[in-house]
């Protein structure tokens, strides 16, 4: 049983309400997410902390496309090249995280159990400036381990707001600014976000007039293009090959392209040899 569903079942009823964001008013019924650097767990922490990247997410003429590679690295190792780093939350955002998986991966958790006792306690939906300020708190508590170095996480948060959908990026302290037409994380980023502006400026079509084909074929091209500069970010090997995650978040619906779609573009469109 969750916590959510013990203080609905306790017969005392939910507690008084507290002000403060919804992470402090979760504090006292889930286990604490981020460990100190001076506990045994912060410490274990410090011996190979895990990261991730890239990721990137543009608006395309039927609402937002999302993607990310799927390796994970300690420092020059490769840990592990199946990570998913679009995260849905909540059937209505999706979370793209760059930087400690373990980290974006309980914050997601946090914020999508954070979002379900809104909902149960005041029977409506959070606005998304209460989605964004949620997710600025998990940042701001993750903060020592980020300035130490291997706990730091920048994701991207891409929501519905009424009939459009939104692009968020946040640095390490909680910060969030709009992305209005694009925005990338993690360690190729530079090449990605470089072509993103140049195809947007001055490309035959700008991102919001691309099909859905044409915005899938364009976000392999850029992933493969990061992989080819940055070892951090996973190419797609012939021996094993494991296709980047790819969501489109519409107005309408969420949906996540399949493994088979992504491979016939691969084969035919990406990886071709002129």
Do not use: C
């Not at 679009?86 to 309980?106: K, R, Y």
């Not at 306690?121 to 209460?130: C, H, N, V």
């Amino acid at each position: 049983m969750n916590p959510f569903d013990r203080l609905y079942m306790s017969g005392g009823g939910l507690p008084a309400p507290r002000p403060g964001y919804l992470p402090d008013l979760l504090r006292g019924y889930l286990p604490e997410p981020f460990p100190s650097l001076n506990s045994e767990s912060g410490r274990a922490a410090l011996s190979g902390a895990v990261h991730g990247t890239t990721i990137l997410a543009f608006h395309f003429s039927e609402g937002v496309l999302v993607a990310g590679d799927r390796r994970a690295t300690a420092s020059n190792r490769i840990m592990s090249n199946r990570v998913d780093k679009i995260l849905e939350i909540d059937s209505s955002a999706l979370l793209a995280i760059s930087g400690s998986p373990a980290m974006a991966l309980e914050m997601g958790r946090i914020l999508d159990h954070s979002l379900k006792f809104y909902r149960r306690s005041q029977l409506a939906e959070i606005s998304l400036e209460g989605k964004l300020r949620i997710l600025a708190q998990l940042l701001k508590d993750n903060l020592p381990m980020a300035v130490e170095g291997i706990g730091a996480v920048a994701p991207l948060f891409i929501a519905r707001d009424g009939d459009a959908v939104r692009i968020y990026f946040y640095d390490i302290l909680g910060a969030h600014f709009e992305g209005v037409e694009f925005s990338v994380g993690g360690s190729g980023s530079p090449e990605v976000q470089g072509i993103l502006r140049f195809l947007d400026r001055w490309g035959d079509k700008n991102l919001r007039s691309l099909t859905r084909e044409e915005a899938l074929l364009l976000s392999l091209r850029l992933l493969e293009t990061a992989s080819y500069f940055d070892s951090a970010t996973g190419g797609v090997g012939g021996q094993d090959p494991v296709y980047p995650v790819v969501r489109i978040l519409t107005p309408q619906a969420l949906e996540t392209v399949s493994d088979e779609q992504i491979s016939a573009l691969y084969r035919s469109e990406v990886m071709r040899v002129r």
